[in-house]
């Protein structure tokens, strides 16, 4: 399912909006619970990571650092069974694994971080 901007910022709102970054396209992983840091980067790596972290029928969302490329929701299973189509489109790209709570960054050449979402900062009345 393609997602509409409003439903992009929304599902960016309970996953990589929860990071600070670095530079444009990339997540600041100090202070997160990092669970797996992989140097690979390819389809296989991608087809792996997935299945390894994702429950059944879980719903994955594919975020791409092109704008251009709407981001799309859909089963981790088919994200694990398409990995050579998700990587085809740009050289990088996270998932949010809804349920594990989890998030995965790509990044050619610089591999893969799989880490937990961390709560939201509570902001308290002035």
């Keep these: 399912m393609l997602l ?9 709102s309970l996953s990589l909006n929860r ?3 670095v530079g444009s396209v990339r997540l600041d992983w100090s202070g997160a619970e990092v669970i797996e840091w992989r140097d690979g980067f390819d389809p296989a790596e991608l087809r792996r990571t997935v299945r390894a972290h994702a429950a059944t029928d879980e719903l994955a969302v594919v975020f791409w650092d092109n704008f251009v490329i709407p981001s799309i929701a859909l089963d981790a299973a088919l994200v694990a069974d398409h990995a050579e189509a998700v990587l085809e489109w740009a050289a990088r790209c996270w998932i949010f694994l809804a349920d594990s709570g989890l998030l995965i960054e790509f990044q050619d050449g610089e591999g893969l971080t799989v880490a937990r979402i961390p709560e939201p900062v509570a902001v308290l009345p002035s």
């Design 4 to 12: 509409t901007y409003a439903e992009d910022r929304a599902f960016a």
């Design 19 to 21: 990071f600070p970054s």
